[in-house]
């Protein structure tokens, strides 16, 4: 327990604005016993240059075709109405991020000296992108790489050399000195061939931490239950995660670990629709027509979101799988 506090402790910068909100924060919970947001995913775009099997985006792509995004201004609103429900860490997602036009003028709405500014990318773009990713202020940069074996790599990501130059990002974002993370797809296939392994390995000679994302069904994968993780490799994927070098994102939980959704993460479309994460392609509101804090109270409102939920829902959650989906 010590060691996973010490590694996840690495990615939260020496800000005294920022250690003291999330001191509140800590406080704010202990004594009024309610949940508050700690992190924001916002897509600021679903374009990208690759196609993989796994991609959550697919679906949350089709809810919101047709919609402009959101403008400026409308993006500095939700910021704002975000911080005040206890919002720490702003995390860009898409699509590509670095594809996004508008994603630096973006990226300034935030006021770095008290929120964690993280993205993740797949690489193709952060070698030529690092050095400005470190002057607009970024804490954390998370690279996925599905894979040791850039042949395979390559083949989920539908990129021929996407392996080589995603990892030429990473060095490049290591030489501007900022935290590189790496993302890694769990599924029954790596967890048994020992890929899963091999690149916690890697991970650990580059003194990086591999956080691991348990395979869901969605995307191409959708309504594939054979997708999911057999209970033998779920009990693999909670033995790796508890190594100083690996984490599923349920350890980034401001107490014991727990799926986030719903409770300390929201995700946010590049129209503005408000979803409990990525994962669950269900929309409860969108910031255009309410604010931010009503649309989470609403979700906090609706089960499961009401409790903590100790598992992934969306990996490790059978009846939350199986349940008919919200309209």
């Given at each position: ?5 010490i590694?996840?402790l690495q ?6 604005m920022?250690l003291g ?28 240059q690759?196609?993989?099997?796994h991609?959550?985006?697919?679906g ?7 919609q ?18 206890g919002t ?11 594809l996004?036009?508008r ?8 006021r770095k ?32 790489i599905?894979?040791?074996d850039?042949d ?5 990501r ?10 030429e990002g ?5 030489d ?5 993370m790496l993302?890694m797809?769990?599924t ?10 091999k690149?916690?390995?890697?991970c ?17 994968w959708?309504?594939e ?6 209970e033998e490799?779920?009990t ?7 190594g100083?070098?690996?984490r599923w994102?349920g ?17 946010i479309s ?6 409990p994460?990525?994962?669950i ?18 979700i906090?409102?609706?089960h ?20 008919p989906?919200?309209?």
């Amino acid at each position: 327990m010590m060691s996973k506090i010490i590694s996840n402790l690495q990615y939260v910068p020496a800000k005294p604005m920022l250690l003291g909100r999330i001191f509140v924060n800590y406080l704010s919970q202990i004594v009024l016993r309610r949940p508050l947001l700690r992190v924001v995913n916002f897509a600021v775009n679903y374009a990208c240059q690759l196609s993989c099997q796994h991609c959550s985006a697919e679906g949350i792509k089709d809810q919101n075709e047709g919609q402009g995004k959101l403008t400026l201004d409308e993006i500095k609103k939700f910021f704002k109405e975000a911080e005040q429900c206890g919002t720490i860490n702003y995390h860009f997602t898409g699509g590509e991020p670095l594809l996004e036009k508008r994603f630096y003028d973006i990226v300034l709405l935030i006021r770095k000296d008290r929120n964690i500014l993280s993205m993740v990318t797949n690489g193709l773009l952060l070698a030529e992108e690092a050095g400005r990713l470190k002057d607009a202020g970024f804490d954390l940069i998370q690279v996925s790489i599905d894979s040791p074996d850039p042949d395979v790599h390559d083949k989920i990501r539908g990129y021929p050399g996407a392996h080589q130059k995603s990892w030429e990002g990473v060095e490049a974002a290591l030489d501007q000195k900022l935290k590189v993370m790496l993302c890694m797809v769990a599924t029954n296939e790596n967890l048994e061939n020992g890929e899963v392994e091999k690149q916690i390995e890697i991970c650990r000679k580059k003194g990086i931490v591999l956080q691991i994302l348990p395979a869901r069904n969605v995307g191409k994968w959708e309504g594939e239950s054979s997708a999911l993780l057999s209970e033998e490799n779920k009990t693999k994927f909670y033995r790796l995660v508890q190594g100083f070098y690996a984490r599923w994102d349920g350890q980034s939980s401001y107490f014991p670990p727990c799926c986030l959704a719903g409770r300390e993460r929201l995700y946010i479309s590049p129209t503005g629709d408000v979803y409990p994460c990525d994962f669950i392609q269900e929309s409860y509101g969108n910031v255009r027509e309410e604010s931010l804090k009503k649309i989470w109270e609403r979700i906090l409102s609706t089960h499961p979101y009401q409790q903590k939920n100790r598992e992934c829902l969306t990996a490790f959650n059978e009846e939350f799988i199986r349940r008919p989906k919200q309209s």
